[in-house]
């Protein structure tokens, strides 16, 4: 992919690069989708409403109304989009749903539905734009974990399961797509300031968690711009805010300080929950 040097670092020029974003419609899909128009890309945007992606500030952007939790829907974003543009060179994998169900009783049918979205779906979309690209041997995949995907959380641990999957989808893939001329980034964020929370598919955050929250949260334009910084720099992992490398090197190296003190934080929750 064309790329520019700066300080002796090869970057990557988003200018008219074809970029198709999934989960367009709210949240760090719709601010990535901006992010990168506003630095020239050419647009791609898929979410099940077609109202929101049109309203999407991104003009130009060619909209493709879809459900991600149907392989059928996922073939036919990737085939319109190659319609209309005729490559894909980045692929966005943003949509994803939560579950603050405990592991140990949650309803299989709602466990099933989160890692079709936040596993399954990334994973086809990946191997259908993943096939055009390696036609023209280039393209970048960014897959969108999680914090959790580092860091499991026990007040989200299928969540968590999901998002760690994610990422071990996406280290392998860069092995194994690099002949390809592909490359592949995960994204880990912390907390986004989203309506993440209010669409997850049963229970909610424990109280305890606000206080940390409203200390480290981000925005979805922030956290956007560290997307679009990771893609320009050809990162392999971005974790945002910075803070959260700290979390994640804590949880590798001290397991079970972090441990103790995520669920000291998990049952202070769960106590306020059930009072």
Known sequence: MNRKAAGGVLRMLIRDKVVLVTGASQGIGAA????????????????????????????????????????????RIVEQTLAHYGRIDILINSAGIGLYAPAHDAP?????????????????????????????????????????GKVTLPWFTLYS?????VCSLTDGLRTELKPFGIHTMAVCPGYVRTEFQAHVLAGRAPGA???????????????????????????????????????????????????????????????????
């Open 161 to 165: 399961a999901s998002k760690y999957a």
């Open 32 to 75: 990535a989708a901006i992010a990168l128009a506003r630095r020239g890309a050419k647009l791609a945007v898929t979410a099940r409403s077609e109202d929101k992606l049109r309203a999407l500030d991104v003009p130009d952007a060619f909209a493709v109304p879809g459900d991600l939790m149907e392989s059928a829907g996922r073939r």
């Open 108 to 148: 299989m049918d709602q466990v099933r539905d989160m890692f079709e979205l936040n596993f399954f779906a990334v994973l086809e979309m990946c191997q259908l734009a993943g096939a055009a690209m390696r036609e023209r041997r280039s393209g970048l995949i960014v897959n969108i974990s999680s914090i959790a």
């Open 209 to 275: 968690l606000g206080g940390a929250r409203n200390r480290f949260a981000i925005t979805a334009a922030q956290c956007a711009e560290a997307i679009v910084r990771g893609v320009e720099r050809n990162a392999c992992t971005v974790l945002t805010p910075r803070v959260a490398w700290l979390m994640a090197l804590a949880a590798r190296f001290l397991p079970r300080v972090v441990e103790a003190q995520l669920e000291g934080m998990y049952r202070r929750g769960d106590e306020s929950t059930n009072k």
